[in-house]
């Protein structure tokens, strides 16, 4: 495709939008992987046909650690392109980039003054990254408090989230409630949507870990651009456990149980009902292999497709950033108006 040539200009929300809104952030500090996909993308795209849905690159939260600013830069826009790559509609769902809305921000340091500091003290990356490293960002402390900005922002109904994020819905519940109890109703107080199935994709180098961004060598990690010689070669890699046989049995045997699960998530059905066609590890292995290049070669061929003309990519960000604001714009004003702050 040439560039400028196919690709649609981005066009605004439709005007008659689902009841329910629903916001994700996904943050730019590694590239996106399976666990990604299956975790929060699938889901994104799925739900935006069934909810007003809002997907924004958090990259100020990924200033909280040291970083390098062009890797940033690049990693945002890469997620960005993927997402779209991925069946994300800008026609359907709002993606921009969180530094390009200043509201998120400005409505960060209203509720730090409604927030206590024993409560952000709490969070638990906080308390285990500051028990681990002698020099720990004071950003560390407060994103918590930025990521209910994040949330309250923009009037969401549900926030999609982990395990490992609930503890800061709680907080950011917590802090809406006050705030509207103590300064009057400005705030939509979120409610939690947690996946029916646990989408944790385990490393496949270590099954007892979870697949992450941020892997130094990246060895159990099936990132969504790696050409499928990259793939197959983790896959036959992977951690088994003792014994020859195929079965799904994720306390004893996390690794066999990792692959079918991974295998489950390309083919559907379950990972105890496809242990059955299976009689090796081998056999096993080349499946899974064959599985993700087939679920992930339409994603990588499209991302390459967007990758020729990067101003698109840009100008969909450009444009959702533009709407998220006029919302946003909203929110700051009724939040500062009860706070007693003087308006314009």
């Known amino acids: 495709m040439a560039p400028n040539a196919a690709l649609p200009a981005p066009t605004a929300l439709a005007p008659k939008t689902p009841a329910v809104r629903r916001i994700t952030g996904l943050k730019p500090t590694g590239h996106l992987h399976l666990g990604n996909l299956v975790g929060a993308i699938r889901p994104i795209v799925a739900g935006q046909y069934r909810a007003e849905t809002i997907v924004f690159l958090a990259d100020l939260h990924a200033l909280t650690v040291t970083h390098q600013p062009a890797q940033i830069r690049a990693l945002t826009l890469e997620q960005a392109t993927v997402l779209l790559a991925a069946g994300l509609d800008p026609d359907r769902a709002l993606l921009y980039v969180q530094s390009q809305v200043p509201q998120h921000t400005e409505l960060h340091y209203l509720l730090e003054c409604a927030t206590g500091y024993g409560e952000a003290h709490r969070m638990i990356q906080f308390r285990e990254k500051s028990a681990r490293d002698r020099q720990v960002r004071l950003s560390l402390l407060s994103y918590p408090v930025l990521m209910a900005a994040d949330i309250l922002l923009h009037d969401v109904h549900e926030v999609p ?34 996946p ?149």
């Open 161 to 194: 989230v982990g395990d490992d994020q609930s503890q800061h819905l709680e907080l950011t519940r917590t802090v809406a409630t006050r705030f509207n109890a103590r300064y009057g109703d400005t705030f939509t107080v979120p409610r939690a949507v947690h």
């Open 196 to 344: 029916a199935v646990s989408a944790r994709v385990m490393d496949l180098a270590d099954p007892t870990a979870k697949m992450g961004k941020t892997n130094a060598s990246g060895a159990g990690t099936i990132f969504l651009l790696d050409p499928p010689e990259v793939i197959r070669r983790k896959v036959l890699r992977a951690v088994t456990d003792p014994g020859r046989t195929v079965g799904y049995d994720p306390g004893h045997r996390p690794g066999v149980a990792n692959l079918l699960e991974i295998l489950a998530s390309c083919l559907g059905g379950s990972p105890v009902a496809l242990a059955a066609d299976y009689g090796s590890y081998a056999q096993l292995k080349n499946a899974v292999a064959e599985a993700l290049e087939a679920m992930l070669r339409p994603i990588r061929l499209r991302h390459t497709e967007l990758s020729r003309d990067p101003g698109y990519v840009r100008q969909v960000l450009t444009d959702a950033a533009e709407r998220a604001q006029e919302n946003a714009t909203n929110t700051i004003h009724r939040a500062k108006d009860a706070l007693g702050l003087l308006s314009h």
